[in-house]
């Protein structure tokens, strides 16, 4: 009987690998068009910022995992005397709530967000095969965003990016732009008495996670540093992260007008 359950739960761990594994493919019907955009999206350079040693020191001392880049930032930014005369000084300093850290839960692809084109080819009329082809009749825009209003909605969203980004290995942003006349080389032939319909996509990442809010504090004793996090909360939050040139396309053939 253990035998039996200790397959069933590798069978399970595999199942759930192998789900992971094909969630964070590209199907085929998926291009990047980073080359052929006709409008140049910035880059997301969103890099993990590295402590100072002093800030290092002072994450360490956290009770609660800190990984707000921007509470890192200002940690690089601050300085604290290690003179002697220092010693018996006392203070607390309250540096503010904030948003500590993003535990990503699950992280998963809509390769059909939202529809940026359409392409129709009429052949109706036509005695032999025409083609169609991919061109991007106005600028779109593709915008994601959070799922609910949160404090602290902007460091969230950096924190939910930067391990939507590690775990994807994507390009990916919270607006992002399709340009007009923007074209693919990809051929789909349509038939004589029919008509050809290429519907393009911007795909998307959905990240659903837990954040960690807390007040925080500098505690100063002599010569000694630490931060202590009081008022520790937690919630859970979803967000759409676009796939920055990317575009998923669908191709149907149709007797009539749709």
Do not use: C
Request: proline share 6%; charged share 20%; aromatic share 8%.
């Amino acid at each position: 009987m253990k035998k039996v359950l200790i397959s069933l739960v590798l069978l399970l761990l595999v199942g759930y690998s192998i789900a992971v594994s094909v969630e964070a493919k590209i199907p085929g019907g998926v291009k990047d068009i980073s080359k052929e955009n006709t409008y140049p999206n910035p880059t997301q350079d969103l890099p993990y910022l590295q402590p100072s040693e002093l800030a290092q020191q002072l994450v360490e001392s956290a009770n609660v995992p800190i990984e707000n880049p921007d509470l890192i930032r200002l940690l690089n930014e601050s300085s604290v005397s290690g003179s002697p005369v220092a010693v018996g000084y006392r203070a607390t300093v309250f540096l503010g709530h904030w948003a500590l850290n993003y535990e990503s839960g699950r992280t998963a692809a809509n390769w059909e967000y939202e529809k940026i084109n359409t392409n129709v080819t009429d052949n109706r009329g036509g005695e032999r095969q025409i083609q169609n082809f991919y061109r991007q009749e106005a600028q779109k825009r593709v915008t994601g965003g959070l799922t609910a209003k949160i404090p602290e909605a902007e460091h969230v969203k950096k924190m939910m990016l930067l391990k939507a980004m590690k775990k994807t290995n994507l390009p990916l942003s919270f607006d992002t732009i399709v340009g007009a006349g923007t074209k693919q080389d990809h051929v789909y032939n349509i038939p004589p008495k029919k008509m050809g319909y290429l519907y393009a996509y911007a795909p998307a990442i959905n990240e659903k996670g837990k954040v960690t809010y807390g007040e925080v504090y500098l505690v100063l004793r002599g010569n000694k540093q630490k931060i202590i996090v009081k008022n520790v909360t937690s919630q859970g939050i979803g967000a759409w992260i676009p796939i920055q040139d990317h575009v998923s396309f669908r191709f149907s053939i149709s007797d009539r007008p749709r």
